[in-house]
C-alpha cells in the first residue's frame, strides 16, 4: 500500500510540474511594406516587395509549429499573416489593436505558440503588456524586420527582439 501511495505522489508531483511550467510563446511581427501612394487610405495593399517579404516571414518561421496566428483586421496585416497561416494549416484570427493582450487573449492562448501580427505603433507595446514592463519603444516605420520573441509560463515572463534584414 505504501509503494502505491508514494507512486501517486511522484506521479502527481510531475504532473504539478508540467502543469506550472506550461509556456506560451508569442512570435510578433509588424506587418510588411505597405502602399504608400494615398495617405487617406486607412486599409492599404502590401506593395509587391511586402508581399514577398511576408513570404520570408514564413520561410524564417517555417520551423515553429504554430497554434494559433493573430491579426488585426486590416488588408496589410492579413496579407503578412497568411502564408505562415497557411503553412501551418490555420485561419487568421483577428484581435482589436486597442485591445492589446487582455484577459481573453491570454487566456485563449495559453499554453500555445502564437504568431501575432500588427502595426509599428501597436506590435511593441502589445510585447509591453505580455510582460508586463515598458521594454520596447515604437517601431519606425521604415522597419519591417523585428521579431520579438515571448515565452510566459507560471514562474517567469522574458523577450527577445531579433532584426530579420531579408
Known amino acids: 500500500m505504501k509503494k502505491i501511495i508514494l507512486t501517486l ?8 510540474i508540467f502543469a ?25 495593399d502590401l506593395t509587391k516587395k511586402g508581399y514577398l517579404r511576408a513570404q520570408k516571414w514564413a520561410e524564417v518561421l517555417s520551423d515553429v509549429k504554430f497554434d494559433m496566428v493573430y491579426s488585426t483586421n486590416y488588408k496589410r496585416t492579413v496579407e503578412t499573416a497568411k502564408p505562415t497561416a497557411k503553412a501551418n494549416d490555420l485561419r487568421i484570427n483577428f484581435y482589436n489593436p486597442k485591445k492589446l493582450f487582455d484577459k481573453d487573449f491570454e487566456k485563449t492562448t495559453r499554453g500555445k505558440t502564437v504568431l501575432v501580427v500588427g502595426h509599428s505603433n501597436t506590435t511593441p507595446f502589445f ?27 507560471k514562474n517567469s515572463k522574458n523577450s527577445t527582439l531579433l532584426h530579420i534584414d531579408f
Open 20 to 44: 506550472q511550467s506550461e509556456t506560451t510563446t508569442y512570435y510578433l511581427i509588424r506587418h510588411t511594406d505597405k502602399v504608400l501612394q494615398n495617405k487617406s487610405d486607412r486599409d492599404p
Open 127 to 153: 510585447v509591453n503588456n505580455i510582460i508586463g514592463e515598458s521594454k520596447y519603444q515604437e517601431i519606425d516605420e521604415s522597419n519591417y524586420t523585428n521579431l520579438y520573441i515571448v515565452h510566459v509560463n
Open 9 to 16: 505522489v511522484i506521479i502527481l508531483g510531475v504532473q504539478s
